[in-house]
């Protein structure tokens, strides 16, 4: 059973430019959530998304949006880039969504804001 | 909002030696919890969880203790071993899931 694949693994981009990260969950799930790590700072929760729709949303600005496909597909869009966005961005997915859930996580996409 | 704590950037021990790694949360709606370990360049990978309804879980050399009343979970690993040096997330899901800031354990030979 294929895992978590996350695309690109890594990306250089200019401040002001917008980017597109791209996840697709491991077959079957149905739950993809993002996550942004940075030095010390561990995982910071970006959203959820379950069957389509945006299920939690954590505490990042408008610049950060994403979508999930009928077939369970991610992406999330970075627009108006800026240095402090540069981080490791996870992708995990899980069968459903809520308590006694592991999450699988992909290796990650390496984005560097120049 | 760091609803989940993990107050300790870094642990070392010997190899053979108990490492503790522990985690606080502050939302009393969580009620299952992770622990995932992070090699470098490579994504968290699943290790143990609990549920809120047990106090302990245990898999070979990893068991997870839940203090609800303290709101205070540990990872005991027995014995410590050289490959166990990573970082150490501690995760916590209500609806979504919570992360720590990680500790990074040094199991030295």
């Known amino acids: 059973k294929a895992g978590v694949t996350q695309t690109p693994r890594y990306l250089i981009k200019t401040r002001g430019q917008q980017v597109t990260l791209s996840c697709s969950p491991i077959?079957?799930?149905?739950?993809v959530s993002w996550y942004q790590q940075t030095p010390g700072q561990g995982l910071q929760f970006l959203f959820e998304y379950f069957s389509e729709t945006q299920r939690n949303k954590g505490n990042f600005p408008g610049r950060f949006s994403g979508r999930q496909f009928s077939n369970s597909r991610s992406e999330m869009n970075v627009s108006t880039l800026e240095l402090g966005d540069s981080a490791l961005y996870l992708c995990?997915?899980?069968?459903?969504?809520?308590?006694?859930?592991?999450?699988?996580f992909g290796q990650g996409t390496r984005l560097t804001v120049v | 909002d760091q609803q989940v704590k993990q107050n300790s950037p870094s642990l070392s021990v010997q190899e053979g030696r108990i490492s503790i790694l522990n985690c606080d949360y502050t939302n009393s709606m969580f009620d299952y919890f992770l622990w995932y370990k992070k090699y470098p360049a490579e994504g968290p990978t699943f290790l143990i969880s609990i549920s809120s309804i047990k106090d302990k879980n245990e898999d070979g050399r990893f068991t997870v203790f839940l203090n609800k009343s303290a709101k205070h979970l540990s990872l005991h690993i027995v014995p410590s071993q050289p490959g166990d040096s990573a970082v150490y997330f501690c995760a916590a899901r209500g609806g979504d899931m919570r992360f720590g800031a990680g500790t990074r354990l040094t199991v030295k030979p």
């Open positions: 995990a997915s899980s069968a459903r969504t809520g308590p006694n859930t592991e999450a699988f």
């Open positions: 077959s079957g799930h149905r739950s």
